[in-house]
């Protein structure tokens, strides 16, 4: 079956929507909570209207959430002989949903932990029955165009997933790197930088083209500042290879390496959406 080009744009979307609630999940309190259920329930609409929209289901009675459900259903089993899971679960995830964001009753830790587990078992359910996709391989940096920096940015992608922030922070500041090659070249092409003056093999005139590159880029320049504090030395030789050298107050956690990749893939997009 032939889907949509907007279908990766709308599992990713799934995708990130269920992390910030399982995000949540983790945590404690009832701010925490409430951000989870409400975004738990919330990547479960989008899964279903995606199921409704790729697979050609009935847009009628969909004006409540059992009838999207039942409008995912019907699609589901049309298309693959089989039934989508967990109906009971997820109707009392939406209202436990409604509960918390219009009465103020938020549920305690271990409903919300059940919620969290049928939520991600759905949604990595439906990836493979109904797209042949594994929620696994679904990447944010599938959304960049460029062959070189997609790659880059999925390969940083993948080592958070598997806690390897130390590895994807290296894989974002090399990202980077390319990224400020690649806009150098266009630039070059342009007439506004000369790439083959000897002298800007000097380090001082090194980190001001990249500080002048960060600028036409449009980088916000505290999140710059943090990525410079946050990542290794990156350089790019002769044979076109990369060498990293690591430096000392690096802090490799999981929020700080989502930070770096996330400050990277912005400047990808926002280069890619303005072409020179």
């Given at each position: 079956m032939t889907f949509s080009r907007d279908l990766p744009k709308r599992l990713l979307m799934a995708k990130q929507i269920l992390n910030h609630g399982l995000e949540h999940a983790k945590k404690n309190g009832e701010i925490n909570r409430l951000h989870s259920i409400i975004s738990l329930d919330g990547a479960i609409e989008n899964i279903l209207y995606t199921i409704i929209i790729e697979l050609h289901g009935s847009n009628k009675n969909i004006s409540r959430f059992e009838g999207?459900?039942?409008?995912?259903?019907?699609?589901?089993?049309?298309?693959?002989?089989?039934?989508?899971?967990?109906?009971?679960?997820?109707?009392?995830?939406?209202?436990?949903?409604?509960?918390?964001?219009?009465?103020?009753?938020?549920?305690?830790?271990?409903?919300?932990?059940?919620?969290?587990?049928?939520?991600?078992?759905?949604?990595?359910?439906?990836?493979?029955?109904?797209?042949?996709?594994?929620?696994?391989?679904?990447?944010?940096?599938?959304?960049?165009?460029?062959?070189?920096?997609?790659?880059?940015?999925?390969?940083?992608?993948?080592?958070?997933?598997?806690?390897?922030?130390?590895?994807?922070?290296?894989?974002?500041?090399?990202?980077?790197?390319?990224?400020?090659?690649?806009?150098?070249?266009?630039?070059?092409?342009?007439?506004?930088?000369?790439?083959?003056?000897?002298?800007?093999?000097?380090?001082?005139?090194?980190?001001?083209k990249e500080r002048i590159a960060v600028l036409s880029l449009r980088a916000n320049i505290r999140d710059y500042q943090f990525f410079k504090k946050n990542t290794p030395l990156v350089a790019t030789m002769s044979d076109g290879s990369m060498k990293f050298a690591l430096h000392d107050g690096i802090e490799y956690s999981g929020a700080n390496s989502t930070r770096v990749l996330n400050f990277v893939y912005g400047l990808i997009i926002d280069w890619e959406g303005n072409p020179s």
């Amino acid at each position: 079956m032939t889907f949509s080009r907007d279908l990766p744009k709308r599992l990713l979307m799934a995708k990130q929507i269920l992390n910030h609630g399982l995000e949540h999940a983790k945590k404690n309190g009832e701010i925490n909570r409430l951000h989870s259920i409400i975004s738990l329930d919330g990547a479960i609409e989008n899964i279903l209207y995606t199921i409704i929209i790729e697979l050609h289901g009935s847009n009628k009675n969909i004006s409540r959430f059992e009838g999207i459900f039942d409008s995912a259903d019907i699609a589901t089993t049309n298309t693959t002989n089989n039934k989508l899971p967990y109906k009971p679960d997820l109707l009392a995830l939406h209202k436990a949903r409604n509960a918390a964001q219009h009465e103020g009753v938020i549920p305690d830790q271990s409903t919300i932990q059940r919620f969290m587990l049928r939520s991600e078992d759905f949604i990595r359910q439906v990836c493979e029955l109904c797209f042949k996709k594994s929620f696994d391989d679904i990447f944010l940096a599938d959304t960049i165009q460029d062959h070189d920096l997609r790659e880059a940015m999925r390969e940083a992608e993948g080592q958070i997933s598997k806690n390897k922030h130390k590895e994807s922070t290296i894989s974002s500041a090399k990202a980077f790197t390319l990224l400020i090659s690649k806009n150098e070249e266009q630039e070059s092409r342009r007439g506004k930088i000369s790439l083959h003056n000897p002298d800007e093999i000097i380090k001082e005139i090194e980190y001001l083209k990249e500080r002048i590159a960060v600028l036409s880029l449009r980088a916000n320049i505290r999140d710059y500042q943090f990525f410079k504090k946050n990542t290794p030395l990156v350089a790019t030789m002769s044979d076109g290879s990369m060498k990293f050298a690591l430096h000392d107050g690096i802090e490799y956690s999981g929020a700080n390496s989502t930070r770096v990749l996330n400050f990277v893939y912005g400047l990808i997009i926002d280069w890619e959406g303005n072409p020179s």
